[in-house]
Each structure stands twice: as C-alpha cells, then as structure tokens.
C-alpha cells in the first residue's frame, strides 16, 4: 500500500515538473534584476524588465497586434464552424465524414508544411506583411479543433428535439436559436477559445507571412532569444506578459463554464 | 372537423419499401391506431403526416386541403415521441409554453393555457422541474401537455409509452384514451403493442412492410383477420393447412375444411375470398379451443404435449393431427402431458383464410 502511494507520487509529480520546471525557470529570468552567473538564486528581484519591454515600442505593437488578432481569430473561426459543426453533427452523412477525415488530416500536417504553400500564394497575391491577411492564415490551424469542438456538441443533441420544435412551429431558424444554441454554447465557447489560444500562440506562420512588417507577441520574444544576441530576461517577462492574460481568460471561462454545467439542464 | 387522408402514399428508403399506401382515411374525432412489428411502415406513415418525411410520391389531405408541401412548422399538430423529446434545458413549464411563444401568444393567455393543460394531466407541481429531475411518466405527461395546449388540428403519438414499465403503461393507456375522447381531437397512435393499440383506438391499420394489411376494430381485425400475416400478428395463433371441402351454410359462412392429414373441421370464412376446394388455413387461436365433455359436433382428439402453470391459468401445447395447437384450462385443472384428451373446436369463431 505504502509503496503503492510513492510510486503515485513520483510519477504525478514527474508531470507536474515537467510542466512547472520551464515555468519557474521564465518567471525567476523575468523577475531577476542582478543575477550573475555563479549565484544559484537572483541577488535581486524586481520589474525592471517587464517597464523595459513595455517601454519598447515595438513590443507593445506586438501586444496589440497579438491581442487584436487573436479575438478577430477567433470570431471568423467560430462564424465558419458553427454552421459547419451543424451541418456535420446532424447529419452523419459520408460527406459528413469524408470532410471531417480531411479536416482532422490538417491536425497532423506540421504548420511549416502549410506555410511553405502559402508564402508564394501571399507573395503573389501582395499580402505579405499584411495584418488582416494574417486572419485567414491563423484560421488554418484553428478550424479543425475549433470544428471537432462544435461538432461533437451538435452531435449530442438528439434529432427528435430538432422534429419536436419543427411540429411545435419552430422554422429551421428557430430550431437553431431556441434549441441548438441552448444545447450547444459550450461546445461553441470552448472552441472560440481554441481558436482564440491557437492564434495567441501561432509562431511559424506568422513569421514566415508577417515578419517583419506585423510582430505578434511570439515572434517579438523570438527575436530576443534567437535573434543576434541572447537576452533572456525580456524575452522571459514578455512571455509571461502572453501568459497571464492567457491564463486569465481560460481560468475565467472554464469556471464559468464549470458554473453553468452544474446550474444546467442537461 | 379534421379528417386526415393518405393518398397514394409511397416512400422508399435505399430502394426498400417503408410506406406504400394506395389510400387511408382518418375520420373526424377517432383515436386511429398504425399498428405493426418494426419496420412495418407505421412510424413513417406518422412522419409522413407530421411533415417530417416526405413522401416520395402522392398526397396528404387535411378536411380536403393538400398539405404535402406544407414544412411540420405550418401543420399545427401535436406530436408526442417514444423520447418524449423534452427540451433538456427547459422546466416542463418552458417546455409546455415552447410552441405558444413561438405563436407569439399573450403572457397572459400562456399562463391559463398552461394551467388548463398541467391540471388536465395532473402536472402542476411539475412545472417548474427541469427534465431530467422527472419520472418516464411524468415526462410523457409533460410531453403530451405540451402537444394538446397548442390546440393542434391532430395529435400524433409515436410509441410514447414504450419506455415506460408495464403497470404504468396499462394505466397511462386509459387515461390517454380518455383525454382524447374528451378533447375530441383527431388521433394517430403508432404502436407495435396490440394491447395497448386495442386499448386505445376506435379504428386500427395493420402494417406490414410498409402496406396496410387490414383496418377495423380492434373486434373486426382480431376476430376477422384477413390475411395470414394478421392472423399471426395478434393473439397466439397456430395455422391449420386444409381445403374446402363443402359450402354448409351460404349466410353464415360456415364451411367444411379438409386438413392435410385428413381431419374435416367445420369453421367461419369469407365467401368472397374462398369458395370451394380452395387452399386455406384455418386460424386457431387458445380460446376457440375448450374441452369437450361429450361426443360434440367438431370434437377431435389430441395429445397433451406440454403443461405450463401460469398463476391464473394452465397453457397447454396440444397436438391434433399432425398439427400444433395451444388452449388453457384453469389452473385448478391439470392434465398430464401424454393424455389422450377430446378437445371441441367452436366453428363460429374459427376463421378460414385463403392460403
């Protein structure tokens, strides 16, 4: 028994290092004011980093840009699968299926692939270094999670409520908001925020079709690390700068989310 | 007044044949009843009429008006489902008031017809419960007031007490046939259940594979069956093969059967579809076979295959000839298996079909 609960504790914890390790690392580099390479621990800790990449111009477009275009993200996504995630969860038809195979495909293509075809279609087209022609881009890799959420969530509403509100007097329409949308929201929220985190996190796309023209908040702490020379501690207060608000919005909504599921009448 | 009417109906599924009905007619104010095993067409022809199915070909009438185009929406029935089909998010009250608010129906008046609807079905301290904190048959309460306070043209019940458990269902049953009787409302029951379909309609159709077999009574088609397929549907019945041998009584019906084996049994048929030294099967059910005290008219000997107690009764299986029949005796009699026993076969009610 005893030694049962050990092993549960060293694997449990092994994970939760794994994910908490980097974490830490970040958050010691952004807070570190004075640390010098034979000190195990910062001398001295303060905001000096997080005033420094605020104060930089180009890193606070790069939060707007981030945090502008993830919502925008985030709204097209939803606005083309929510109709789609309808049309596929209710009629399981092979059309149905031959489409979701081929969108759930994307998720196993590596994002470089995708952004090898699109370079020269944007050369082409003059839409590099384009902020709105980013939209279409983050979309790419966002559709088919988005697309799996939505669609599983109409997937579980039985068809007999969308027969019963028709005899009731409910047109195709009205099927949808006053019975689809009710049954469905959560599904649809939680893939308005895969959307939404899919965009904040987009790297290789955007830095193959915007840089240097449109730096988002990845691609800025890309350049502090991998760019001419290593500065890790903008690079670290700016990624938790991505990380809060992130982290802020998911714990939001999945408690509201957790709320309405015990409130609910499923 | 709502008279329904199926005009040469057909609807084909993946080139199987799921509705095929040359015409029916649902009278003004009856309790119909579309009863056959699954697959027999019933919930189609249902679907059909709801508006949900359309009919690959012909027409559906209401009091004479073609409807086939018609989307459900426009229709104004009512329909209860075998799920019930209530709105998971919505309390039995929302549920109830779904179709009224989309008729854009005044607060006030939603209110009362509510209440009329909730006292009618003895749901009042329901309404404000959400789905899943009811009982099956408080659910299908709330499903059927929530298909009568629209006030529809017709109601349509597809198999809505099949998921409730036996005794429930038997009650439920009258009360259902009452409602309708009281609000007089053109119905449809579509059930595969012949006690519950006798129990509640004025009129029934039988259904196989998609076509209808025979419509009457719930006495006229359990009595008269006129095909094989409807003899076997309802009750216990064993088929005995034979040929007419003679016409005894032209108004009656009464005719003489000559089995395969050679046993000449005296019974009821059709003169129009039989005549003689016609093909047919004679359907025998338990109750026309009683035990004969004496030399009778129509009295056979059998053998006592099997003996079943049933608590109210003694099944037995029975063999006469080279056929297999089932009757019952009280359960105070009991008869060993391997008797010899004489068993009388009333003429008046045994059927003869066309084979």
């Given at each position: ?10 694997i449990?914890g ?8 980097p ?9 570190a ?29 790069s ?38 195979n081929l ?14 075809g ?12 384009n ?15 988005t ?53 904040l ?44 608000p ?8 999945e408690?509201?989310?957790q ?8 | ?15 199987v ?16 009843g ?5 697959g027999?067409?019933?919930?189609t ?15 559906v ?16 029935m ?26 854009k ?47 529809p ?19 439920v ?48 088609i359990?009595n ?21 041998v ?20 005296k ?18 059910r ?12 129509n009295?056979?000997?059998?053998v ?26 009280p ?17 008046s ?7």
């Amino acid at each position: 028994m005893r030694k049962q609960k050990i092993w549960d504790i060293l694997i449990i914890g092994l994970v939760v290092a794994y994910i908490v390790l980097p974490l830490l690392v970040l958050v010691e580099y952004a807070f570190a004011e004075v640390w010098y390479a034979y000190q195990l621990f910062p001398s001295k800790l303060g905001f000096k980093w997080f005033s420094w990449v605020l104060e930089n111009y180009d890193t606070r477009m790069s939060f707007i840009y981030s945090y502008t275009l993830a919502p925008l993200v985030m709204i097209a996504t939803l606005a083309l699968c929510i109709p789609a995630g309808y049309v596929l969860g209710t009629r399981r038809n092979k059309l149905s299926l031959i489409t979701e195979n081929l969108v759930n495909m994307n998720m196993a293509l590596p994002v470089i692939v995708i952004g090898v075809g699109l370079l020269p279609l944007y050369s082409r087209l003059g839409l590099l270094n384009n902020y709105w022609a980013l939209i279409p881009a983050h979309m790419i890799g966002a559709i088919p999670y988005t697309l799996r959420s939505i669609t599983a969530a109409f997937m579980q509403v039985p068809r007999e409520l969308e027969e019963v509100a028709r005899v009731l007097g409910a047109s195709k329409l009205k099927v949808i908001q006053k019975v689809y949308i009710p049954l469905t929201w959560r599904g649809i929220l939680a893939g308005g925020v895969f959307a939404f985190s899919w965009s904040l996190n987009e790297f290789i796309l955007t830095m193959l079709l915007g840089f240097p023209g449109v730096k988002t908040l990845p691609v800025s702490i890309y350049e502090y690390v991998g760019g001419y020379y290593l500065t890790p501690q903008p690079a670290a207060a700016l990624s938790l700068l991505i990380v809060v608000p992130a982290i802020g919005i998911a714990a939001f909504l999945e408690k509201y989310l957790q709320v309405s599921l015990g409130l609910g009448g499923g | 007044m709502v008279v329904i009417v199926l005009e040469n109906i057909l609807k084909k599924f993946k080139g199987v044949v799921a509705a095929d009905i040359p015409y029916l007619k649902i009278e003004d104010k009856e309790f119909f009843g579309l009863l056959g095993p699954s697959g027999s067409g019933k919930t189609t022809t249902l679907r059909i009429i709801a508006g949900l199915t359309k009919p690959d070909r012909g027409r559906v009438l209401v009091d004479g008006e073609d409807i086939t185009d018609k989307p459900p929406e426009k229709r104004n029935m009512g329909m209860v489902f075998q799920s019930w089909a209530l709105f998971p998010h919505l309390t039995a009250y929302e549920n109830i008031a779904f179709g009224l608010r989309l008729r854009k129906i005044p607060e006030d008046e939603i209110k009362a017809r509510i209440k009329w609807a909730a006292e009618l079905l003895q749901i009042e301290e329901l309404l404000d419960r959400y789905p899943h904190q009811m009982s099956g048959g408080q659910q299908q309460r709330v499903a059927v007031a929530r298909a009568i306070v629209l006030q529809p043209r017709a109601l349509l019940f597809d198999e809505p007490l099949s998921n409730l458990d036996a005794k429930l269902r038997e009650q439920v049953r009258f009360e259902l046939r009452k409602l309708q009787k009281r609000l007089k409302i053109t119905s449809i029951y579509v059930t595969h259940d012949q006690a519950e379909a006798f129990a509640i309609c004025d009129r029934i159709a039988i259904l196989n594979k998609g076509k209808i077999q025979q419509i009457g009574t719930p006495e006229e088609i359990y009595n008269r069956p006129a095909t094989k397929f409807v003899a076997g549907f309802l009750g216990v019945t064993r088929f005995i093969r034979g040929k007419v041998v003679e016409i005894l009584n032209k108004d009656t019906g009464q005719v003489l059967v000559e089995t395969e084996d050679h046993i000449v049994i005296k019974a009821t048929g059709n003169l129009q579809k039989i005549s003689k030294s016609s093909n047919v099967l004679l359907v025998i059910r338990p109750e026309h076979i009683v035990l004969a005290e004496e030399s009778n008219d129509n009295v056979f000997e059998a053998v006592v295959e099997r003996a079943t107690y049933t608590g109210d009764a003694i099944d037995y299986d029975i063999k006469l000839g080279k056929w297999n029949l089932r009757f019952k005796t009280p359960a105070n009699l009991r008869i060993s298996p391997g008797s010899v026993i004489k068993v009388r076969i009333d003429p008046s009610r045994v059927v003869v079909i066309p084979d």
